[in-house]
């Protein structure tokens, strides 16, 4: 959950689910899955294989309605081997499930594409390594971060999570200078006025040093210079006590800068939100500026709509216009593996199951 932050150390071995012994790329078998898998089935195949995993309570957030149902359709998929599933030990109480994605399902978005299944830089073996990977803690908080957001929109109306890019496609487009946890578009809509926000994310566990969180923006300016674009870097940490450690390791960096204006930064932490309340997210008013206008002061929270004034002169985001278009992307996977379109951050509108559970 967004307002918690899962520590690496107290996730252990995985308790592995059931094999099956179905086999996920035959003929039959990809057959029964055409009449079976629903357009939001597919949407979320798409998500776990550019977010790596996801929690039984994010993919409800993302994309069902109750608990239940997010529960009997994954459930499905896991039987048809659409997806894969393992439950990390955790020393108090247990841990959601978490799900990969899985060999039916990557055969699936393979064909979805025109493309072989090795095309997608897939095999099994290498996404259920994610259990045992230390960074499964890390990985899990910021699709956190952006599941919940995506929750309160699906919950409130002129709100929408307009981009939502993995650690992974931020490597492959910014890793010559710099790889951010994730790529974000927040945008609301008013009568007469849309606005948009867009942003780095640099997710924090608490587990690396300080210092380090500092030298990011170093890195963060170089990506400023070469590009030419000011893109606002927010900082999730988990507690308003590490949040102002940061802050200090932060504005000592920022200072430095050659430019500090082409890096705006703000920190946010996570036990700032309710965790009683219906949905707690980062678009709430939890975000401080790194800088303020009113200098010895500290400033406002703002919350995620209205951040960008918090830096007058920030341009809003450029329209990406076909960076990752369908037809760039298709021809660009086929040259070269692990490249697909980003799968747009709201889910389709769900369509009835015309078929008896059990009865598969």
């Known amino acids: 959950m967004i307002t918690t932050t899962t520590r690496q150390h107290t996730l252990r071995d995985h308790l592995p689910g059931p094999q099956t012994a179905r086999a996920a790329s035959s003929v039959e078998h990809q057959a029964m899955l055409a009449s079976r898998l629903t357009t939001r089935d597919k949407w979320l195949l798409a998500l776990l294989h550019e977010h790596r995993v996801l929690t039984s309570f994010q993919i409800q957030d993302a994309a069902f309605p109750s608990g239940r149902s997010a529960r009997q359709r994954v459930r499905d998929l896991y039987l048809w081997r659409a997806v894969s599933r393992f439950q990390p030990f955790q020393q108090l109480g247990s841990a959601p499930m978490h799900y990969v994605l899985g060999p039916a399902g990557a055969a699936v978005l393979a064909a979805e594409h025109g493309l072989e299944v090795k095309e997608l830089g897939y095999r099994h073996d290498r996404a259920m390594a994610i259990a045992h990977n230390q960074r499964l803690a890390h990985t899990v908080g910021v699709n956190d971060f952006f599941t919940s957001l995506i929750a309160r929109t699906r919950h409130s109306a002129g709100e929408v999570v307009a981009a939502w890019w993995s650690e992974s496609r931020c490597a492959r487009h910014f890793g010559d200078l710099v790889i951010p946890d994730g790529y974000g578009r927040w945008r609301t809509r008013h009568p007469g006025s849309t606005r948009e926000v867009e942003w780095f ?134 040259a070269s593996p692990y490249r697909l379109p980003p799968p747009s951050p709201i889910p389709p509108q769900a369509t009835p199951n015309r078929f008896v559970r059990g009865k598969h």
């Open 201 to 334: 994310l640099e997710y924090d566990t608490g587990t690396e040093s300080l210092t380090k969180v500092g030298r990011k923006l170093a890195a963060y300016a170089r990506l400023a210079e070469s590009t030419g674009i000011a893109t606002p870097v927010l900082v999730w940490l988990p507690t308003t006590r590490r949040e102002a450690g940061a802050r200090t390791a932060l504005a000592r960096v920022h200072a430095g800068l050659d430019d500090p204006r082409a890096v705006p930064v703000a920190t946010a932490a996570a036990d700032l939100l309710d965790p009683a309340a219906p949905h707690p997210s980062p678009a709430e008013a939890v975000w401080l500026p790194l800088t303020s206008a009113r200098p010895g002061r500290a400033g406002p929270r703002y919350n995620l709509a209205d951040l960008a004034d918090a830096w007058p002169g920030l341009k809003p985001p450029a329209d990406p216009g076909t960076e990752d278009s369908e037809d760039e992307a298709g021809d660009a996977a086929a």
